[in-house]
């Protein structure tokens, strides 16, 4: 089940690939359906379509006995704040943040009821067919900036929705190796600036552990395999990492997945912030990620490396 679930984009899409080629009577209802994906609004408009339901299926009472996920936080979350969460390290697909999320039941909302919380991706994920549905049902949306504007904005339908993003993206994602903190984060401040534009706090999350559910391949800089993800990246904003897990099915290692929610940063509203103030509350948020970090490493991931922040 749980391999399942962790492979859930590739095998969707070879489902969508079989059901097209295989049956002639489908390829008609397949075509309008890819069309639909193109134009559907749902992953921009800041609502999406969640669907609550999601949360009950059975699937997650094993992907949490598998990972034995734990969410620790420093302070209480007020539900009837909006919040901008900054999730750390991307990982190889991002396990934990899902989780936080709130599709297995153990996220924010399950800790504190009223709490919305909306996960952002990159748009592409919205293009694989069957995949995109899920990813929707689950409450994610688009990550560019507008979609992020429209989660935010107090004229939406739902005024306090807090976001949460995994900072480092597709750059950081390469440096998922385990037991390894490398981080991008010094040059990424948009999403500061958004949150100042919206007057939301912000609040460091660290996942423990997170590198550790797949092994990456060698991919120093200068080897055949960082050229390639580099180039994919250069391209296309994302790349296809090389990776295994404990099988030819991908199945993940078995770890403890514990996310560590840092205490808010208070942030006061403008809508035109300056780059001054935009980089005194990036400061803190480093800071704060970093303290989180140096804490309580030596409890949840002791043989991992110092935190280091690479870009």
Not at 36 to 45: G, L, M, S
Not at 54 to 65: E, F, M, R
């Amino acid at each position: 089940m749980v391999t399942l679930w962790t492979t859930a984009p590739l095998w969707t899409l070879v489902l969508f690939v079989v059901l097209f080629y295989q049956f002639s009577s489908l390829r008609t209802y397949m075509a309008l359906y890819m069309a639909f994906c193109f134009f559907d609004p749902a992953p921009y408009n800041g609502v999406g379509r969640r669907f609550a339901g999601l949360q009950k299926l059975p699937v997650w009472q094993h992907v949490n006995a598998y990972f034995q996920p734990k969410m620790v936080f420093e302070e209480p979350l007020d539900a009837r704040k909006r919040y901008v969460f900054g999730s750390h390290p991307h990982g190889v697909v991002s396990y934990m943040s899902q989780i936080i999320a709130g599709c297995t039941g153990l996220g924010f909302e399950s800790h504190f009821p009223g709490l919305v919380v909306r996960g952002v991706t990159m748009p592409f994920s919205f293009m694989l067919p069957f995949f995109r549905d899920y990813v929707l049902a689950m409450g994610c949306l688009s990550c560019d900036r507008n979609s992020i504007r429209r989660i935010l904005s107090d004229r939406h339908a739902h005024p306090h929705q807090s976001l949460l993003i995994v900072v480092g993206g597709a750059e950081e994602s390469m440096l998922a190796h385990g037991n390894r903190a490398d981080l991008v984060l010094l040059k990424r401040r948009g999403f500061v600036r958004e949150a100042v534009m919206a007057g939301c706090d912000l609040v460091p999350v660290y996942n423990f552990n997170e590198n550790s559910i797949y092994q990456l391949a060698e991919n120093h800089k200068g080897t055949l395999v960082h050229r390639f993800e580099m180039a994919l990246r250069r391209a296309y904003g994302f790349t296809i990492l090389l990776f295994h897990g404990q099988n030819v099915f991908y199945t993940p290692f078995r770890t403890q997945l514990t996310s560590v929610v840092g205490k808010p940063i208070r942030v006061r509203r403008n809508y035109d912030p300056s780059d001054e103030e935009v980089e005194h509350y990036h400061g803190q948020y480093v800071d704060e990620l970093t303290r989180i970090y140096k804490k309580y490493k030596p409890r949840y991931e002791p043989a991992a490396s110092e935190i280091r922040f690479v870009a």
